[in-house]
């Protein structure tokens, strides 16, 4: 009997495996969606209060450790949903009494439930605590939960030789599809993307994936964007990693039907970042991933902020771009350019100040020591690396309030080390 016992026991993990890893779906089974929609408000209010107070039984983990499944295990068109959390021992079956709503659950080392399909049965296998590798087994007539015996239980496999459909959903899931998109997503908003006269609803989700090898910190994000509580975009990257991650919605080109989805996140440094998306044909598409917007235009033009690096270190230069199929197009790549903020340094040697880039008229001279800022930046061609390079920079003089050019590459500096300034403050220090 025993062995009985553990060969069933055995079975019964096979098809639970096989339903929680997607089995043969069911003719009448519909979309997600559709099955939640068979629940009345007041269901789908008691379903999602009773969620959260189960996610809540354990606060060592957060809501990303549970996960839920819509099943059949009567033959009626209200799915159950079965549960198993963070905690591998918690796991049972939510189910409705009408308008109320009743729970089965076990919790117990190496137990597990698993049910057959539409048959109104339900079992439940534990681990003896008096014999070691022993297990016990019970078979339930469900809801009522009456013991039935093993023989019902066999005879009713070989009824069913395949099993339901049961959708995998976490926490943010079933928030969504219950209609409470505010508690599925990180952030959350609705407006009109495409023109249509319809508002969609966006919300975004950060998840911590252990085991993608991309590894940031020890872990990476995985960060989805829904439309309409269907993931359209999914990335692996750092997005609501230190303080989370913020939602806005933008209209680069008023003059178009569209409106455009900005999330900020955070890089390495603790420097916000944009990236963009259009919402169009149903699919969302990155336009582009840059640390700052500034202004947009009519025409798909926007002038961003991009981290560059001269002779002075890096600065923030205000750079026109286009938006391209393929991403950002800098409209520009010569001539003067506008930092975002006034950069201070002072001089570690004399620095001649040019009236022009010509330099051909000495407007004064930075002696060492002295302060001054730079507000522009000025790229050219250079022959030598045959690149677009960084080669002046537009200052003003804290002694006398001199304006003018400085040349940070070319003859007057081949050979140094290339710290004839210095930056205040100096972060890259």
């Given amino acids: 009997m025993k ?20 089995g043969t779906q069911y003719a009448e089974a519909a979309s997600i969606q559709k099955q939640f929609n068979k629940l009345t408000t007041t269901q789908k209010k008691i379903l999602k209060d009773k969620i959260e107070s189960i996610v ?64 109104g049965l339900i079992s439940y296998s534990f681990e003896d605590p008096h014999f070691d590798d022993s297990f016990e087994f019970c078979v339930y007539s469900f809801p009522d939960f009456k013991e039935k015996t093993e023989k019902d239980y066999e005879k009713a496999l070989k009824k069913y030789d395949h099993v339901s459909d049961s959708e995998c959903l976490s926490y943010y899931d079933m928030m969504a599809y219950l209609g409470y998109p505010e508690l599925a997503y990180d952030a959350y908003t609705e407006a009109d993307l495409d023109g249509d006269g319809k508002k969609e609803t966006i919300g975004i989700r950060a998840v911590r ?32 990693d230190e303080g989370g991650v913020y939602l806005s919605i933008i209209d680069i080109n008023p003059a178009d039907s569209y409106k455009e989805i900005s999330v900020e996140y955070f890089d390495p440094h603790g420097l916000s970042e944009y990236a963009v998306f259009r919402y169009k044909n149903k699919k969302l598409k990155l336009l582009f991933d840059e640390p700052y917007i500034i202004n947009t235009k009519n025409d798909d033009s926007i002038t961003i902020l991009k981290l560059s690096y001269s002779r002075l270190g890096y600065t923030y230069v205000k750079v026109d771009c286009k938006i391209k199929k393929n991403g950002l197009k800098e409209i520009k790549k010569k001539g ?18 040019y009236a022009k880039t010509d330099k051909k008229k000495i407007v004064t001279t ?37 304006k003018g050019w400085i040349n940070i590459e070319g003859t007057a500096y081949k050979g140094d080390s290339g710290e004839n300034l210095v930056m205040i403050p100096n972060w890259l220090d």
């Fill in 56 to 119: 809540a039984y354990d606060t060592w983990y957060d809501t990303d450790g549970w996960e839920f499944y819509l099943v059949y295990i009567n033959d009626d068109d209200i799915p159950e949903i079965w549960f198993n959390g963070a905690d591998p021992y918690y796991e049972g079956v939510l189910y409705f009494k009408g308008n109320s709503i009743e729970e089965f659950s076990e919790e117990g080392k190496y137990s597990s439930l698993s049910y057959i399909p539409r048959s």
């Fill in 336 to 353: 003067v350019f506008n930092l975002s903020y006034a950069n201070y340094f002072t001089a570690a040697e004399n620095i001649k100040v």
């Fill in 209 to 240: 994936d252990e085991n993608s090898s991309n590894m940031y910190y020890g872990y990476s994000k995985v960060s989805n964007i829904f439309i309409n509580n269907q993931s359209k975009y999914a990335a692996y990257n750092n997005w609501a």
């Fill in 3 to 22: 062995n009985v016992k553990k060969l069933l026991c055995t079975l019964v993990l096979v098809i639970l495996g096989i339903i929680l890893f997607g």
């Fill in 366 to 402: 930075i002696k060492v020591g002295e302060g001054f800022t730079v507000t522009k930046l000025k790229k050219l061609y250079n022959k030598e690396s045959k690149e677009y390079t960084w080669q002046y920079a537009y200052v003003e003089t804290a002694k006398g309030g001199f």
